[in-house]
């Protein structure tokens, strides 16, 4: 069996056959690679409807959701010697035949030894050469993490860090609340850093918590400020990105990038902001 590839597409304007190429797959003789690019998506998914956006991630979410039984259909049909569904002819079948949003391209031969590593190298070559993949989004995540620890260690001579606020402060405080930063100047200052791209369920829980502590804290002092470290996600139509939109717009908190958190250190110093406990 040869080695072989497909690219994926998105059309925005079928009269005038414009399409981008978005995502790659690569069927070698012991794998399937399969990747998209969600921040060339972003760019892209700007040039459709919202409609189209939506059945554009749906189509492209498809393929990779589908690929774990599919590879486990491949290597039985490797083990049998059977053509596999992902077999060269599939492919072109697909290409001629497919004029949905979502398409592929002819499949194209190539005489490499594909790994994970040489398909990364494809995929920036014929679908986006500033791409992220899994193993640079990790360092990405531990990158956040170290901005995140870098900025607590530079306010905690102003507020308390991984602070439990309970009701010995707030006294409506029905359960305790774990917050990033939190002092006092008179009346309260929190910040809490939030990762925009964690699950779903999990960034949920940790905003409505925070939530919950800035509705507490502006009730027991109006002049209460509350910020919110962070970054808007990368890609957008998911609830990660619309959980982020309506945070900038909520009035009891101020949303504050990373690349500008000297505003809230800089508040912390005009204001006299102390922490609660010395």
């Known amino acids: 069996m040869k080695t072989y590839y497909s690219l994926v597409s998105i059309s925005t304007n079928p009269s005038f056959d414009e399409k981008f190429n978005i995502g790659l797959i690569c069927v070698t003789p012991k794998e399937i690679f399969y990747h998209f690019s969600k921040s060339k998506f972003k760019v892209i998914s700007k ?3 919202s409609n189209g956006r939506k059945l554009a991630l749906s189509g492209l979410q498809a393929i990779e959701k589908n690929l774990n039984p599919i590879v486990s ?7 049998s010697k059977t053509e596999s569904k992902f077999s060269e002819s599939y492919f072109n079948y697909l290409s001629k035949y497919n004029n949905n949003l979502i398409q592929f391209s002819q499949a ?14 494809l995929f920036k070559k014929y679908i986006y050469d500033s791409e992220l993949f899994e193993e640079q989004i990790n360092s990405k995540t531990t990158s956040f993490n170290s901005r995140k620890n870098n900025f607590k260690q530079s306010v905690k001579e102003f507020a308390n860090i991984n602070f439990s606020v309970s009701n010995a402060i707030i006294k409506d405080l029905v359960v305790p609340v774990t917050v990033d930063v939190f002092g006092k100047n008179g009346a309260f200052v929190s910040n809490q ?9 999990t960034l949920k829980s940790e905003i409505s918590s925070y939530l919950y502590l800035v509705e507490q804290t502006a009730k027991a002092d109006v002049l209460s400020q509350n910020f919110l470290l962070g970054e808007e996600p990368l890609f957008e139509n998911t609830q990660q990105h619309d959980i982020w939109n309506e945070i900038r717009k909520f009035n009891l908190i101020e949303f504050v990038p ?11 110093i005009e204001k006299g902001v102390e922490p609660i406990v010395k």
């Open 47 to 49: 040039l459709l409807s």
């Open 258 to 268: 990373f690349n500008e958190s000297q505003r809230i250190i800089n508040y912390m």
């Open 193 to 201: 850093i939030i990762d925009f791209t964690r699950p779903i369920e």
């Open 108 to 121: 194209e031969s190539i005489d490499l030894d594909v790994d994970k590593e040489v398909f990364n190298v």
């Open 73 to 79: 259909e491949f290597n039985r049909q490797l083990e």
